[in-house]
């Protein structure tokens, strides 16, 4: 979490049983990348935990693995993986057909965004919260296409809480870019992470369809 270590080794551990909880509840093979993202984010706040250490202990290897390793999840992981899950939920064929343009979008944006951080350095900076420094991650076109990925693709889902997943993180986005501008990433981030709430719902959702509909056969 972007406030302290301690807060983000317990978001982390959190998330992360969250996380073994929702990927016990998918029944399908095409239901497991959508499963696993609370277990996702639950490690990338525990990599932010330990990139708090490295300021607190001095280590400057540490701090540069930690601050790669979360800016990969951030801007790579995230814009591939989000689309993907969405689409193998999807039965709706022309939903479906929409959502590949969001994978498509989404390879595109993340794969630029790798680039960016293999070919210039990336910094975090501990303040009230760690600040990611790297111009190219705020550039608006490439920001647009990132939101797009992430959120905008679940409004084309058939399924309501996929969609209640994605508006609610495009607006706490937006909530964290007006009050915590600098420290954009870490805080959505971690908004986006307590979200995966809605995803362990998602999956308890559909059991409890499953055995309603088990119980009338």
Known sequence: ????????????????????????????RTEIPFALIPLLFGIQ????????????YHAPVLNATTTYAFSVFSHTLWPIFVPFS????????????????FQILGLGIGLYLLYFIVKY???????EHIVYVSPHFYQIPAM???LAATCVVSFFSSHRLVKVFGALALVLFFVAYWFYTAALFS?????SAVLSAIIYL????????????????
């Open 144 to 146: 647009l296409l990132y």
């Open 1 to 28: 979490m972007c406030f302290s270590a301690t807060a983000s080794f317990v978001a982390g551990v959190s998330l992360s049983a969250i996380g073994g909880a929702t990927l016990k509840r998918a029944r399908r």
């Open 45 to 56: 706040q525990i990599i932010e935990g330990l990139l708090w250490l490295s300021f607190r």
């Open 187 to 191: 805080v959505w981030c971690f908004f």
């Open 202 to 217: 998602y999956f308890r959702a559909n059991a409890i369809r499953r055995a309603q509909v088990a119980g009338h056969r």
């Open 121 to 127: 350095p990336v910094t975090a900076v501990a303040e």
């Open 86 to 101: 969405v689409g193998l939920l999807e039965p709706v064929t022309w939903r479906k057909n929409i959502i590949s343009a």
